[in-house]
């Protein structure tokens, strides 16, 4: 229903898909699976498609009422740290190696379970699953989000270089709306003390605070007031340490453009993009996807 509407609208406007996509701008083949319905868009491209197109706002209220993920079904392991997803507040978080879950790309997220599950009908199944967590943290409104992210999730290719810089690319974008920063924490910085795993300190709608981390196929949850505040001072110390959002974005955009050509970013566009502003105020980094 979705699809068929944003062809409408895109028809009605004369363009094509490939017009349409350099508008946005994103790759035509997202347009093409969006109006096929073969891939879920996300909040922010139907409010985008709503203003190119003149719709007055009839794709973003459709975005809001559709279920797009029915009957997900998580690893057993990972239930309880989803169902948390789906009620935090607010969720501070450091990752290592790979960019986070809540942060990836559908074909970021196919390519690393690819490595694990030998069967496709799997991994779409865990890449919908993953991206059903994403919607509420990307919708207006939505929790706080802050990550520090170290710089090795940026370089650590995962499914090759067009799926790396459309990655880059993605964070970028998410890192402009108002509930999320992403901070990086450069390679370079060896006096930077590091924790020795990936975690998230997790506040719920109770007040109820957590801290979680994984293992091989486990997670580990822990709600004691003194593990809490431990995990929180260093977690705070190291994002007083790591790169501003803008300057991490700059880091984002360096590391983008040793993955292939990205169009005019320039300097001075990124900083206007990167700083915090009200969303009605917050310019667009107009990125182009590399061409083949």
């Not at 459709?62 to 309880?80: A, K, S």
């Not at 699953?129 to 919607?135: E, H, K, P, Y």
């Not at 709600?223 to 431990?230: E, K, Q, V």
């Amino acid at each position: 229903m979705f699809g068929e509407l944003l062809r409408h609208f895109r028809e009605a406007a004369l363009l094509t898909q490939e017009a349409l996509a350099k508008t946005i701008p994103c790759d035509r083949s997202l347009v093409a699976r969006v109006e096929a319905g073969t891939r879920v868009p996300q909040e922010p491209f139907a409010r985008t498609c709503d203003e190119l197109l003149g719709t007055g706002g009839a794709l973003g209220r459709l975005w809001g009422r559709i279920d797009w993920y029915p009957q997900v079904e998580h690893p057993d392991w990972f239930e309880r740290r989803a169902q948390m997803d789906a009620e935090a507040v607010a969720l501070r978080a450091y990752q290592a190696q790979v960019v986070p879950g809540l942060l990836q790309t559908p074909d970021y997220a196919a390519a690393l379970f690819a490595r694990r599950l030998p069967h496709a009908d799997d991994v779409e199944e865990r890449v919908r699953a993953r991206l059903s967590r994403q919607q509420r943290f990307y919708a207006k409104g939505g929790p706080y989000y802050i990550v520090v992210l170290d710089e090795s999730c940026l370089r650590h290719v995962v499914g090759g270089r067009e799926i790396m810089w459309e990655q880059c690319a993605h964070l970028l974008r998410v890192g402009e709306l108002p509930n999320i920063r992403i901070q990086v924490v450069p390679l370079s910085r060896a006096d930077i003390d590091r924790p020795d795993t990936s975690m998230s300190l997790i506040r719920l709608p109770d007040g109820h605070e957590w801290v979680y981390s994984e293992s091989l196929d486990r997670g580990h949850f822990s709600d004691d007031p003194s593990i809490f505040l431990a995990h929180s001072q260093t977690y705070d110390v190291l994002r007083a340490d790591a790169l501003s959002a803008s300057d991490s974005a700059a880091l984002i955009c360096g590391v983008m453009e040793g993955y292939g050509h990205y169009g005019d970013l320039d300097q001075e566009q990124l900083q206007r993009g990167q700083r915090r502003r009200l969303p009605r105020n917050r310019p667009r980094i107009h990125l182009r996807r590399p061409r083949p």
